[in-house]
């Protein structure tokens, strides 16, 4: 039923010259081919800019990236460029005037005649340093020749679909063929950091900036595998938590005060280790309750997903896995929670032996939330458990745990109009039909399109599953970059040509 539909849209015209959709592909998908010095030159330009959204000493850098991508815009025929601010950080943050990067606000075309399609992407990155793993310096864009891939910090999240689209109108323009829709760019640097300030400017700008957008199409997401292409109808939400102990006044050698004074470090690992078992399991007491049950119909779905435990292993690079069967894996990165513990800012973390008593220590972790999952209760047991956790040690430290930031989790129809014409999109590029997925990950700022636009959301990714992303090495095929593309091309035209949003 859903393929019939595929293949009749597809005959069609469109465009000034009227030429068919198809005959259009092909000097699209050339050009854009032809084109690949300068869209690896535009991305490697992106790469070199370490827009950290976390570090506070970087936030000069992501900026600068901003500055970049309105220029790049700009040049490329963009119009009514806005760099949004969204003002000072909001705490907890070191510097109380740090001010959040600009949102970056675009747009290409304006015909009435045509359908909006609000693109969005994220120009920050994740931390990444030599120091952590990698073979070659994150922030230089390397081609590895060999297995023809690019690496990078950034590459596959975000800023290599983010460019993607840009080149998709470079293409375009080049050929003097007409975008078949309107874009909308909102373009934000700190996604990575839970999109602060982001949700409110969607709201304002909801019937101004954003008032004819028909449909979002975010990519910023990844392929299950590395082979099946997938389209994702269902991201995790994410609230982000910290646990500070602090006792001494400053940091203390453990030879003269060690044994006689009550440590941090030692709470806090305490408080850490009552979150989660090793097994996954999260022991706070309430919040599996609130997971919605798992219903049989669902079950199958996993079933019919092209993936296996090797592809697993693989994108992992162990045999750590916790579970053997698909659907177990499946869910518990889909639809069940989970808690990781991510680090511990304060303590010893460097090579060899330091012999101190660290004075203040920061435990962070994140839940990855799932429906029904209630993010205001969740915190509340969350802070409670751990100060009940901190309490039966009988310690004379200081414990606060706070939430730092949170974004919802989302779930969609994969059956309307945008769906169907990214479907067909990669039919086209890929030659198969792609699977449709949920992401254990987390895109805090879906659901507010969703809510205040009053429309659809797609997710189509570009990157594959063991591109390691927010890991070492992180990577992106050149023929996903560049297959990409071709799909984002693609979709603007089926959506254009599509009935309904
Ligand atoms: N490509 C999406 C992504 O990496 N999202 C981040 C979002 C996030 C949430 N809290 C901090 N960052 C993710 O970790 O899923
Ligand atoms: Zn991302
Ligand atoms: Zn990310």
């Given amino acids: 039923m859903f393929l ?3 293949i009749r849209k597809t005959a069609i015209t469109i465009g000034k010259r009227n030429m068919s959709m198809e005959a259009k592909f092909e000097p699209l998908f050339k050009k854009i081919d032809e084109l690949k010095p300068r869209f690896i030159d535009r991305l490697a330009k992106a790469i070199e800019i370490p827009a950290v959204s976390s570090d506070e000493s970087l936030r000069p850098a992501v900026v600068k990236k901003a500055h970049y991508i309105a220029d790049e815009l700009k040049k490329l025929g963009f119009t009514d460029i806005q760099m949004k601010e969204l003002g000072t950080q909001p705490p907890p943050v070191n510097d109380p005037n740090l001010q959040l990067p600009p949102v970056i606000l675009s747009r290409y075309g304006t015909d009435a005649n045509k359908k909006t399609i609000l693109i969005y992407g994220h120009y920050d990155v994740q931390p990444a340093a030599l120091e952590d793993g990698w073979d070659t310096d994150p922030f230089k864009l390397v081609i590895d020749e060999q297995k023809q891939l690019m690496r990078g910090r950034g590459v596959t999240d975000d800023s290599g679909p983010l460019k993607g689209w840009l080149n998709v109108v470079e293409a375009h323009r080049e050929l003097g063929f007409d975008l078949p829709v309107n874009l909308v760019t909102c373009f934000e640097g700190m996604e990575e950091s839970g999109s602060v300030g982001l949700d409110t400017l969607i709201a304002e700008e909801a019937d101004k900036y954003f008032k004819d957008v028909d449909t979002v199409c975010i990519s910023d997401n990844y392929w299950l595998g590395t082979k099946k292409p997938v389209l994702t109808y269902g991201l995790r939400g994410c609230n982000y938590y910290q646990v500070t102990i602090e006792g001494p006044g400053a940091d203390l050698h453990s030879g003269i005060f060690g044994g006689a004074i009550a440590e ?28 919605a049950p798992v219903t049989e119909k669902e079950k199958e779905l996993y079933e019919k997903i092209d993936f296996s435990l090797d592809e697993m292993n693989a994108a992992s690079g162990s045999e750590t896995c916790l579970y053997k069967n698909k659907s177990d894996i499946l869910m518990h990165r889909w639809r069940f929670p989970s808690l990781s513990i991510h680090g511990v800012e304060g303590a010893f973390s460097a090579q060899g032996a330091k012999t101190v008593i660290p004075a203040k220590v920061t435990g962070k972790f994140s839940i990855r939330t799932v429906p029904d999952m209630n993010s205001d209760k969740l915190d509340k047991l969350v802070i409670e458990h751990c100060q009940k956790a901190f309490s039966a040690l009988g310690s004379p430290n200081k414990c606060k745990a706070e939430l730092i930031h949170n974004g919802d989790y989302w779930i969609s129809d994969p059956f309307n109009a945008s769906f169907t014409a990214a479907a067909q999109a990669t ?66 035209h089926y959506y254009a040509a599509a009935e309904g949003k």
């Fill in 4 to 6: 019939r539909f595929v």
């Fill in 264 to 291: 941090p470090m030692v709470d806090l690992v305490q408080v850490l280790s009552s979150l989660v078992d090793s097994k996954g399991k999260i022991l706070i007491d309430g919040v599996m309750d609130m997971v």
């Fill in 427 to 492: 039919k086209t590029v890929y030659g198969v039909e792609p699977d449709f997925t949920r992401e254990g990950g987390s895109i805090p700022i879906t659901l507010t399109f969703e809510k205040e636009l009053k429309t659809n959301c797609m997710l189509l990714p570009m990157g594959r599953g063991d591109d390691g992303a927010h890991s070492i090495n992180e990577k992106l095929d050149l023929s996903n970059y560049f297959g990409g593309m071709k799909t984002m091309a693609a979709y603007l």
